[in-house]
């Protein structure tokens, strides 16, 4: 199955020049639910008897002198350190942790080349699911309803936290998202290998090679602004076998239409 990423204009240019995709911290995106699952509070059995072992040991320390008041003293402290650990979560899960970079299943979708390369001056490259890094891909999932996550175990469980970050709101169906979750270790090291210094410590990069790159989908305006890069590209003897396409407004129906660039004719 092919596999697609929309770049805008600036991040196309970025690409031609560097073969190398960015990942974002989730907090940069437009979707205020990206990567955040609700953390719930513990009810039931499970808060009973974390409060108890809580009060046990506040008991036996010499704390307080009774059961009662160690008791209400757990309730306290496990409702103070459940509201901790949400917080603490909330901030470092979206804007620190891990990075994503995300891709789709369709090129020629309307609402994505207008979110992604506006006023029509971006471009959509199709790639080797062979590639290393792509390896990693999943699937994105559709759903009504967040995630959950137990707060008090959201900073112990960071790889279950991670499974959430491929779940989003069923709104953005129509981006038949597939997209690549890092955790901050392997994202620098990615950034390492790719040849290029680092953006900003919000976005690493991943070096794709040529030979895993099999289309590249020109918007008119971009054709036009970097006609030189293009013609660059259709000139370097490690990409052709690069297949490079002007896409462009229907004049009839509501859809992207691309035709194949020969690579004898000059932009």
Same mark, same amino acid.
């Given at each position: ?18 073969? @190398? ?13 990206? @990567? ?52 603490? +979560? ?11 970079? @995300? ?17 029509? @001056? ?8 062979? +590639? ?56 620098? +090291? ?48 490690? +990409? ?28």
């Amino acid at each position: 199955m092919e596999i697609y990423k929309y770049f805008s204009e600036e991040s196309a240019v970025k690409f031609l020049e560097n073969w @190398c995709i960015a990942f974002q911290q989730p907090n940069q995106f437009n979707d205020p639910f990206d @990567c955040l699952p609700n953390f719930a509070r513990t009810d039931g059995e499970e808060r009973k008897e974390a409060i108890k072992k809580l009060a046990q040991r506040f008991f036996e320390y010499g704390n307080h002198s009774t059961m009662e008041e160690a008791l209400r003293h757990g309730e306290y402290f496990f409702d103070w350190q459940e509201k901790s650990d949400a917080g603490e +979560a909330r901030m470092y899960i979206p804007g620190g942790l891990f990075f994503v970079s @995300c891709f789709s299943r369709t090129e020629t979708n309307l609402l994505m080349w207008s979110h992604y390369a506006a006023k029509h @001056c971006g471009i959509v490259v199709e790639f080797d699911r062979a +590639a290393p890094i792509l390896e990693k891909l999943r699937p994105v999932i559709y759903s009504q309803k967040r995630p959950s996550f137990g707060a008090s175990k959201a900073m112990a469980s960071l790889s279950k936290i991670q499974d959430f970050f491929y779940v989003k709101s069923i709104d953005w169906a129509y981006e038949q998202e597939e997209r690549i979750v890092l955790n901050r270790a392997d994202a620098d +090291a990615f950034q390492e290998q790719c040849g290029h210094p680092e953006i900003s410590s919000k976005i690493k990069l991943a070096r794709i090679d040529k030979p895993f790159v099999k289309s590249i989908f020109f918007s008119g305006y971009f054709l036009r602004k970097y006609s030189d890069k293009v013609n660059s590209l259709k000139l370097d003897p490690d +990409a052709t076998d690069i297949r490079i396409f002007s896409s462009v407004v229907d004049t009839e129906e509501y859809k992207i239409k691309s035709n194949l660039i020969p690579r004898e004719s000059p932009v």
